[in-house]
């Protein structure tokens, strides 16, 4: 039995680290709520209508999308909302309670139109006032300052971020991961705790995909994670699905002190949908697994489009495949990197034996989606371009596919509308190359650059731990790189010209590296030249890194 001091301790989630120390070597999947109004991370509440795992989109300028999950289904999921704690006088209905084949959980959502932008609203969704859900505050969120406010914006951003704590990364990681040094110390807070105790600074969370990684559960397993790698019975489908589910929903558990109060705009990487386990061997059962443990959550990404709710009605994107979105000085665009590629170019993850996943939209919507919402963006409004997606093509650690697909469809257009930067993730190490484009590096550097400045941000951190640089040699163009310290970018629009990446390492919320990019952005003048299509002079090809056999991202 939990003691009351983890109870209490359960309720800010992220501090799952002491219930991971405290509980290591229990098995996954079927812990019971105690009954007594407090909820257990992973926990199946007895009351299964108790609204956990609360999350945030921005929909538009003037609307959110409120989601949360409970163990039954819903009627009619019921946002209650309005501008004073005491005084939620308006409410908005929905008939989006839904489910996939092997989910212990719906998926409820509604949202909530006819907001003022950037205005704080106080909410509460069904159930909140029901048994066991006593200890929930009524939350607040802020809607997105419209685009064109030309005020400071600042927002947090990574990739591949995982659960935290006993069945995820914790004081120790997986034997196949990174070295002792990427364990988190005790001392140290993980990454999940760093964005919690700097939530008052930023507006937002934007995460480049590789979300919760539940499809871990086997991996961890036969891995011995969970105490059971002595076992001479494999699991069954039914112990896979039910540890994907319970990993799911510490995740979300986990994030629910900032998801609750924050967007959490995401956008899909593979681990949303590949279904290789993690690449694992099972030594003792002479097994690799692949698609044949493909659980239905993983099939088509068929758990992230259940989860989550990004605003692309509002953007003319697809589900939760790729849109857009504008918040103050900045216009987000994100991508899929994992199908969906145009130009009859598959995908990593399209065309998989056992694992077919997209194509999401017609052959090049996409690309002619992407195209379209670049050219119209108004950059008077809006000066800085900013587009997300997961697999990056400039890493100094070798990606072990083809991995020019995604550089082929997007990278030219880049820089033909004039992108300012671009997030990505996959590869768990933090590197920030200088603007450059097609392999050349930019003359200008920082100093009003013509070519955007690419980083690759995917070392939030999950149970393997961080990606390892083979040595010191670097791709051309990186600039700064760190496979040591788990960490998160936060990200700060001073005004229309000069935009800072600050890169965080959670364990102690200082910031390790900055980087500080000046635009001119002087769109429409004469002597601009943001508009022109320059092409750089080709310059000498980046020297090959060392090819690692057996990476998985
Ligand atoms: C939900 O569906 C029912 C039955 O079709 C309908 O009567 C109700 O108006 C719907 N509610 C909302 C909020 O759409
Ligand atoms: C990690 O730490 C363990 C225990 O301290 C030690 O046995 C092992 O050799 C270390 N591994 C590496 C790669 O340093
Ligand atoms: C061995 O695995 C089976 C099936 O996955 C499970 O039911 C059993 O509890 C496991 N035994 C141990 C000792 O972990
Ligand atoms: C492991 O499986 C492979 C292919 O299924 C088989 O060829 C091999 O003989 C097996 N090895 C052992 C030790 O059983
Ligand atoms: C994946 O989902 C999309 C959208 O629903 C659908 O068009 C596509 O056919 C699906 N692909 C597979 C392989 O099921
Ligand atoms: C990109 O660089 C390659 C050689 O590295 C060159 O063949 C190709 O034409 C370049 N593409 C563009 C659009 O400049
Ligand atoms: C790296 O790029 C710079 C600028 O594009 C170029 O001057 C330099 O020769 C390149 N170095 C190598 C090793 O390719
Ligand atoms: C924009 O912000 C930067 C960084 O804070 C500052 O140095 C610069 O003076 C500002 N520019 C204007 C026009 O205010
Ligand atoms: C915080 O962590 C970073 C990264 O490990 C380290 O370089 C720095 O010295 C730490 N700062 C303090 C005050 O401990
Ligand atoms: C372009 O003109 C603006 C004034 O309209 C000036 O501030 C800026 O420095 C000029 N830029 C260049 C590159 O000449
Ligand atoms: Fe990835």
Redesign the pocket.
Known sequence: MLSKLLQLVAITAAVSQILADDMAGTSVGNYKDIGNGVHVPGAIPNNKWEPLQHRLAYAGPTGMSVSWNTFAQIDEPTVWYGLHPQKLDMYVKSNTSITYPTSRTWNNHVKVTGLKPDTTYYYRVSGTNGAGAAYLPTYKFKTARPAGDDKPLTIATFGDLGLMGRDGLSTKTGPIGGDNYTDIGEYDSNTIQSLLQSKDTYDFMYHVGDIGYADYFLKESVQGYFGISDNATMPTIDEVANGYESLSEQFFDQMVPITAEKPWMVLAGNHEANCDNGGVKDKQHNKTYTADYCLPAQQNFTWYNHHFAMPSAESGGVSNMWYSYEVGPVHFVSLLTETDLGAGNPGPIENVKGNMNGPFGKPNQQIDWLKADLASVDRKKTPWLVVGLHRPWYTSIQIPEIYTAWQKAF??IF?DYNVDLYLTGHVHTFESFKPM????IDAAGFNNPRMPWPIVQGAAGHYDGLDQYDGPERLNGSDYSNDQVYGWGKMTFHNKTHVTYDYVASRNSSVVFSQTLYKEHNFGAANCTDGQKI??K?QK?PPKVNARASIDF
């Open positions: 990278e030219q820089y484009f097609n392999g050349t092409l750089p080709m090809k």
